[in-house]
Nanobody, 114 residues
Framework: QVQLVESGGGLVQPGGTLRLSCAAS??????MSWYRQAPGKERELVAT????????SYADSVKGRFTISRDNAKNTVYLQMNSLKPEDTAVYYC?????????WGQGIQVTVSS
């Protein structure tokens, strides 16, 4: 059974940290990305990591603050978010690519507010 389960979201104050997790089961992914969508805005790509080499890429808006990493043994990808800003508030989605296509997670809310 294919599953992609996100966890770790919530409410945090500006300057705070959160770590999102995306656990895949039932398939092997070649790369995984985190996207986010704020109310009234289009979904945007935040970060990507490949499962083989671990190469990463980031949106300019999160460079230096967010870190994407993987644990291949657990088939899980993480997004460490530091120095969070109110403009990081959004629903965050993971997207896992495999040889036939891609799967999306259900989305998880991240709210940065005092």
């Amino acid at each position: 059974q294919v599953q992609l389960v996100e966890s770790g979201g919530g409410l945090v104050q500006p300057g705070g940290t959160l770590r999102l997790s995306c656990a895949a089961s039932g398939f092997t992914f070649s790369s995984m990305s985190w996207y986010r969508q704020a109310p009234g805005k289009e979904r945007e790509l935040v970060a990507t990591i490949t499962s083989s080499s671990g190469s990463t890429s980031y949106a300019d808006s999160v460079k230096g603050r967010f870190t994407i990493s993987r644990d291949n043994a657990k088939n899980t990808v993480y997004l460490q978010m530091n120095s969070l800003k109110p403009e990081d508030t959004a629903v965050y989605y993971c997207k896992a690519r495999y040889y036939l296509g891609a799967y999306w997670g259900q989305g998880i809310q991240v709210t940065v507010s005092s």
